[in-house]
């Protein structure tokens, strides 16, 4: 019913930027609780940041708040995670994720309904 695709992610520095992009179909992102997600080597999946359909308010992971922003772009059904001062710890599988209603829990994977493929995000340093 609703299609996650990621994109953007590649090879980059230490301290360079990456944008992700998510593009949703089935379904209007803005009927969509939404989220990233990331899972590195010999890691479980661990929660990146979220955005809700409602009020808009994100939340993001310790670990990248201040370095990365959450958006969504409703008139072409895009969710984005800009990612400045990028650090090894960063690299991991990237995905998306949307709840068909609220994501509660919005920091637990089992919170979310679909998922995408992922894309690869590696930082050298």
């Known amino acids: 019913q609703v299609t996650l695709v990621e994109s953007g992610g590649g090879l980059v520095q230490a301290g360079g930027s990456l944008r992700l992009s998510c593009a949703t179909s089935?379904?209007?992102?803005?009927?969509?609780?939404m989220g990233w997600f990331r899972q590195a080597p010999g890691k479980e999946r661990e929660f990146v940041a979220t955005?809700?359909?409602?009020?808009?308010?994100?939340g993001y992971a310790e670990s990248v708040k201040g370095r990365f922003t959450i958006n969504k772009d409703n008139a072409n059904n895009t969710m984005y995670l800009q990612m400045n001062s990028l650090r090894p710890e960063d690299t991991g599988v990237y995905y998306c994720?949307?709840?068909?209603?609220?994501?509660?829990?919005?920091?637990?994977?089992?919170?979310?309904?679909?998922w995408g493929q992922g894309t690869q995000v590696t930082v050298s340093s």
């Open positions: 955005i809700k359909k409602w009020t808009g308010s994100t």
């Open positions: 089935g379904r209007t992102s803005s009927s969509l609780d």
């Open positions: 994720a949307a709840c068909i209603a609220f994501c509660i829990g919005g920091d637990r994977p089992n919170a979310y309904d679909y």
